[in-house]
Structure formats: structure tokens, C-alpha cells
Nanobody, 116 residues
Framework: QVQLVESGGGLVQPGGSLRLSCAAN????????MAWYRQAPGKQRELVAR???????NYADSVKGRFAISRSIAKSMLYLQMYSLKPEDTAVYYC??????????WGQGTQVTVSS
């Protein structure tokens, strides 16, 4: 059973930066693609960034050039570095581990609020 625990959320001013972390219970990165999703109030959960098992990243258009997804295999940690934050980035951010169409695990989420 994969377990994921996010941390690092908080309140930040527009234009600021924040780094989210996701701790996995073991070295799962060679087996599971990892991703960050977010869900704003009244909106559907959306993919923010994804990292393949081979370490290839891809991003939603709305965060390209501002966010960076990375991992530490040694620490079993996934990260999301966020720069130039905007109020529309406000959401609960979730860490996800996925394999195939039917296997998916989620963390509990961490709140990011971008406001002056």
C-alpha cells in the first residue's frame, strides 16, 4: 500500500514562492508515475505537473515556466517548487502515485493560498 504525505503549503503573497513536499513510504518512483494535482473551491481537480518513472516532467500550460516538479529517490520525496505565484494558484494541492488505469494513491492534500 502506497502512502503519501504532503507538506509545505501556506499563505504567500502574489509573486512569491513556495515549495511543496510529498513523502512516500518507500522507493516507489521506479514503479509509479508521480504527479501533483490541485483543486480550487468549486472546481474540479486538475493535473498540475507529472513525473514519469523515467524522470521526464510535464506541466499544465497554466504553470509552465513557473513550477518545477522533482524527486529525490534517496529520500523517497517528491517536490513541487512554485515561483511567481498568482491568486488563481490558490487551491488544495495533492500528491498522486499512479500505475496503469486502475491503481492510484493520493495524499491528504495541503492548502496553498496566494493573497495579499
Amino acid at each position: 500500500q502506497v502512502q503519501l504525505v504532503e507538506s509545505g503549503g501556506g499563505l504567500v503573497q502574489p509573486g512569491g514562492s513556495l515549495r511543496l513536499s510529498c513523502a512516500a513510504n518507500g522507493n516507489i518512483f521506479s514503479t509509479y508515475a508521480m504527479a501533483w494535482y490541485r483543486q480550487a473551491p468549486g472546481k474540479q481537480r486538475e493535473l498540475v505537473a507529472r513525473l514519469t518513472t523515467g524522470g521526464v516532467p510535464n506541466y499544465a500550460d497554466s504553470v509552465k515556466g513557473r513550477f518545477a516538479i522533482s524527486r529525490s529517490i534517496a529520500k523517497s520525496m517528491l517536490y513541487l517548487q512554485m515561483y511567481s505565484l498568482k491568486p488563481e494558484d490558490t487551491a488544495v494541492y495533492y500528491c498522486n502515485a499512479g500505475r496503469g488505469p486502475d491503481e492510484s494513491y493520493w495524499g491528504q492534500g495541503t492548502q496553498v493560498t496566494v493573497s495579499s
